[in-house]
Structure formats: structure tokens, C-alpha cells
Nanobody
Framework: QVQLVESGGGLVQAGGSLRLSCAAS????????MGWYRQAPGKQRELVAT???????NYADSVKGRFTISRDNAKNTVYLQMNSLKPEDTGVYYC?????????WGKGTLVTVSS
């Protein structure tokens, strides 16, 4: 059973930074890709950033240049460094992992950016 545990969320002022972590229960080598999604109040869940097993990254236009996704294979952990945070970045951030046709999700961590 795959478990993904997010951490690092919290309250931050606009312009500040946070680093989210997603720890997987097993080796992240087995995943085709991992990523971060977020869901703001009253909105649908949306993609923030993904990273493949080969290290290729993809970002939502709204976070390009501000967020960086990375992975530490030795620690089975994926990170999301978030800089220059804006109030519209507020939401619950979910870690996602894909293995073949299966999607796995963490329970989420709340990020609140005050103006």
C-alpha cells in the first residue's frame, strides 16, 4: 500500500516562502511521475507541478518562475519550493504519484497566504 505524507504547509505573508515535502512509503523510483496539486476553497483541484522519474519537470503557468519541484531519491521525498507567494496560492496542496495506470494521493497540507 502506497502512502504519501505531505508536510510544510502553514500561514505565510504574501511575498514569503514555504517548502512542502512529500514523503513516500516506498521507493519513488517505482513511480512514473510525482507531483503537486492544489485546491482552493470553492474551486477544483489543479495541477501545480510534476516531475518524472527521469527528472523532467512541468509547471502551471501561474507558478512558473516562483515554484520549483525537486526529488531526493535517497529520501523517497519530493519537494515543492514556493517563493514569492501570493494570496491566490492559498489552498490545500496534495502530493500525487503515478505508477502505470494508478494514481496515489496524500491527504494534503494547507497553505494560507495572507495579503
Amino acid at each position: 500500500q502506497v502512502q504519501l505524507v505531505e508536510s510544510g504547509g502553514g500561514l505565510v505573508q504574501a511575498g514569503g516562502s514555504l517548502r512542502l515535502s512529500c514523503a513516500a512509503s516506498g521507493s519513488i523510483f517505482s513511480f512514473n511521475a510525482m507531483g503537486w496539486y492544489r485546491q482552493a476553497p470553492g474551486k477544483q483541484r489543479e495541477l501545480v507541478a510534476t516531475i518524472t522519474s527521469g527528472g523532467f519537470t512541468n509547471y502551471a503557468d501561474s507558478v512558473k518562475g516562483r515554484f520549483t519541484i525537486s526529488r531526493d531519491n535517497a529520501k523517497n521525498t519530493v519537494y515543492l519550493q514556493m517563493n514569492s507567494l501570493k494570496p491566490e496560492d492559498t489552498g490545500v496542496y496534495y502530493c500525487n504519484a503515478v505508477r502505470e495506470w494508478l494514481n496515489y494521493w496524500g491527504k494534503g497540507t494547507l497553505v494560507t497566504v495572507s495579503s
